[in-house]
Structure formats: C-alpha cells, structure tokens
C-alpha cells in the first residue's frame, strides 16, 4: 500500500490534460457512432489501445510488479480491468438508450463525490474533511448548473429507471477502480495500464459479439476516428489516469469529473458552434471554485503555503 498522496505542479498539468482530453472524446465518438455500433466502438477503442500499450511494454521489458504479487493482488487489477472501462462502458451504452444525455453527464459527475467517503476509509491521507466535503458539493453543483434543464429530466420511458441505476453503477465502478488502484503495491504505470487494457479488450469483444453480431466493416475515415481514440483519449489517457492516482490519490484524480463537462460544453461551441448555455459562466465559477476548496490544502502547499 502506498503512503499519502503527493499532489505536485505535475498532478495538476496531468489532471488537467486528462479534463480537455475527455472532454473532447464526446465530440469524435459522435463522429465514430456515424460508422460503426456502440459496443464495437467501445470493443474497437480497447482493442486497439491495448495493441498500442502492449508495443510500448514489450519495449520495457514487460515491467510490472516490483515484487510477485499475490493471487489477491491479482484478482485486484483483474477487478480494476472489468470494472475501469468493460463494464462502465457496458452499462453506459446500455442505460443511455432510455436516459437523458444529461442525466448521464450528471451520473459521471457523481463519481467524485462516491470517492471521497471510500478514500476517507480506505486510502491513507485521503481524510474527509469539511473543507473537501463542501467543495466537491459546489463543484457537483456547478455540473449540474451547466447541464441545465436536462440534468434530471425525464425520459418518460419504461426502462428509465434500470437506465439511471445502470448510469450511476457505472459512476460507481470508476470510483471503486480508483480506490483499488491506489491500494495496489509498487507497480510499473505503463505495465499496469497495459495489462487493464487487456483484460478490459478481452471482456468487452465477446459482449459485442454477443449483442451486435461480427464487427462491421467501417470505411478509412472512420477507422482513422476509431485509431484516435483508441491512441490518446483511451490508451495515453488510460496511462495518465493510472499515473495521477497511483501519486496523487484518487481524491484528487476525482475532480477530474467536474472539469470535464466544462470541456464538452466549450469544445462544442467552438468545434460544431453549438450555442453556450447562458449559465455557463456561474456554472465555470462554482465547479473551478469547489475544485479550488477541495484541493486548496494542495494549491498551499504547491505555492509554499500552509494547509
């Protein structure tokens, strides 16, 4: 088990990168859903992420553990692969069928706040205090400004309700990963984010088959979409995400989830000139203020200040 989080100018620059970079994937998974079926694009981005990491290990000596793990350490990343990109991504593209895309940007939002009591527990100098409470409640809040009217509407269907509960378990897989990934012992970043990406291709392949039958053949333009994917918001992405937890704590790698709807919103207008909700500016006040509450005991130590 690693010692407390050391959240540095690092932590921060990666943090950030990762909010503009998710925040960006809405965007081209649309263009993707034009050429190819939801499952095999998420069996597709896996896939190919996986070829991808598995090339950069194998130039590192296929680096992974400091010392053998045990057979609980390795049902541990076995649960941390299902749980961090085959099953959210399942239960995502099978609830936003009968949910609104608001409530299903809200659900993701959620993760930071089903993280911090399970870090106050279980993540070593991950203490819940008023403070963090407070600002993650502001920032959540924000979100759920900036998505507006949609942010709990309903859809009216029959299935609406398994769709919102299959929505949250999804926010709740991301936040329990990120609890796990923090309690594994000394590992290789890249070696471990390989192997996730693996085990996620190989549970996630066979459901697409299942569900949609042999993958379609999709035309260059949208193969050259689905390798974009695969390369920076799933495989570079996946590394990053496993960098920022494993030194900065979960807590911390949460706030990511109130700085990516932010992202979306304004990549949207300026890519495909959708019109700016005019609650954006107080919904970007209070998610970069609760963001600034929660981690203001590492913004003072950043700047040399006290906590």
Not at 23 to 36: M, Y
Not at 102 to 129: D, K, N, Q
Not at 193 to 211: E, Q
């Amino acid at each position: 088990m690693q010692s407390a989080p050391d959240i540095t100018l690092k932590s921060w620059i990666m943090v950030s990168v990762l909010a503009f970079v998710w925040g960006g994937t809405f965007l081209v998974t649309e263009v993707a859903l034009t050429g190819i079926t939801p499952f095999w694009l998420a069996a597709s981005r896996i896939g190919f992420a996986a070829v991808v990491m598995t090339l950069v290990w194998a130039l590192r000596g296929f680096a992974l553990f400091d010392v053998q793990p045990t057979p609980a350490q390795k049902g541990i990343v076995v649960a941390i692969a299902l749980g961090s990109s085959a099953l959210p991504f399942s239960l995502l593209a099978w609830g936003q069928q009968y949910v609104t895309a608001g409530f299903a940007g809200v659900s993701m939002a959620s993760v930071a706040l089903i993280v911090l009591p399970l870090a106050h527990f279980l993540v070593p100098g991950e203490t819940m205090r008023l403070r963090k409470v407070v600002g993650f409640v502001i920032g959540f809040v924000g979100v759920v400004i900036l998505i507006g009217t949609q942010a709990f509407d309903s859809t009216g269907g029959a299935l609406e309700t398994p769709g919102r509960l299959a929505c949250m378990a999804a926010a709740a897989c991301y936040a329990v990963c990120s609890i796990l990934l923090r309690r594994l012992p000394a590992v290789d970043p890249i070696g471990l984010s390989t192997v996730l990406l693996i085990i996620g291709a190989a549970a996630v392949i066979p459901v697409a088959f299942a569900l949609e039958g042999p993958p379609p053949l999709p035309d260059p333009y949208i193969l050259g979409v689905l390798a974009f994917l695969g390369l920076v918001p799933t495989a570079a992405a996946n590394f990053l995400r496993v960098l920022v937890v494993r030194t900065a704590g979960p807590v911390f790698m949460s706030t990511v989830n109130y700085m990516v709807p932010l992202w979306s919103v304004l990549l949207g207008a300026w890519i495909l000139a959708e019109p700016l909700p005019p609650s954006l500016i107080w919904a970007m006040v209070l998610i970069l203020a609760g963001v600034g509450l929660s981690q203001f005991g590492a913004f003072s130590r950043l700047f040399g200040g006290q906590r």
